[in-house]
């Protein structure tokens, strides 16, 4: 069945020679990976479905924290959630009778009763308790974060476990504000505290090309050599194939060809029309290409335009330009009325944000396929 969510099991496909790579060195080796992919590629699935085969082995335990799931971009909230998220995959190990989520709306008193019943060291329970309980106002934040991130190491020595870390969207962590955003240096901090441990292994993830180069891609990055850095690309065209058949009765292979042209190989995308097309008896051309109209209409205003909105009014300007057809700077500088220069600068901003790439030198494209159809839709309205 086709599904919104990251998928893992038997409903994970292709990825099976990178994932076996990653299997393979989590088990036997404390060597971590950086995954790096546009948003919607599939990285989230590759973690989920790693967390899934490693939940059979009964020494590891397994944190998966997505940054982006945050609620807010408060320090103090990650720290908290951080904290939730380690004691809910050791719940088992520590006999926690309450989901760990529970323990932030707990009253202090009543937290203090629940730790104490916690199959942890004193030292632990003490930690725990001030990362859950820290007045934000008079808050040790470097003394919190410390905390925060040699938790999994504690629990994980006390245990007898290897703590393996999944973070996704990882560099978003420098977007984290303390009165102003943590920046660069909260990413040289963790690596100062992961350096230092024995029990933990970290993966994380990122979207953004530029943001990895900053945490781990660039010789200059804190976390440089500390990683196997792999990029995750889109699916192959004969996987997509493959999933299409399996859940779609009568589809027919132009229809088939149609669908990987529009997703790009995405397969957010491809599962979004699998789920589109089900309802349907027959598959043919025809009804994919309406598939796509309804998805572009319906859908990609709830995907796209509240980030499109938020870009300044020249960013917007200049994808509009490349979407239609204007890929050099001093196209689009002509086209929006300004000098190739300040041209230049905005493509630089929306290369950091994901939304182009340099497809050759001087040569800008829009990265997502199904953004720039939906941007040409809204162009022409």
Known sequence: MFSLRPVKGENFIDREKLVGDIMYDLKNSFTGYALYGRRRIGKTSIFKEIQRRLE???????????????????????????TVAVLDAYKQHLTLKYKARNLLKASFSLLK??????NISLKIKDNVEILLGFDELKANYDKLVEDCFNLPEELAKETNTKCVLLIDEFPALMNLKDGKKVGESFIKKIRTIHEDQEHVVL???????????????????????QFIVKEVGPLEKRYIRDLLIKNLLNISEDAIDEVYEFSGG??????????????????????VKEAEEEFIEEEGDILFKENFDNLSSKEREVLVA????LQTPSKIAKEIKTIPNAVSVY????????YITKKEKGIHVIEDAVFEKWLKRKINL
Not at 113 to 118: A, F, G, M, P
Not at 266 to 287: A, H
């Open 56 to 82: 059979k082995e009964e020494d590891t335990v397994i944190v998966y924290f997505s940054v982006w799931d945050l609620m807010n971009d408060k320090l103090s909230n990650f720290i908290r959630e951080f």
């Open 113 to 118: 009763e629940i730790l104490r019943e916690l």
């Open 203 to 225: 993966c994380i993830s990122g979207s953004i090309r530029h943001t990895m180069k900053i945490v781990t891609i660039n010789s200059a990055s804190a976390f440089y050599g």
């Open 266 to 287: 995405i397969p957010f995308y491809v599962q979004f029309l699998g789920k589109i097309l089900e309802k349907e008896d027959r598959i043919t051309l025809d009804v």
């Open 322 to 325: 490349i979407a239609e057809g």
């Open 347 to 354: 493509l630089g901003y929306l290369e950091e944000r994901g």
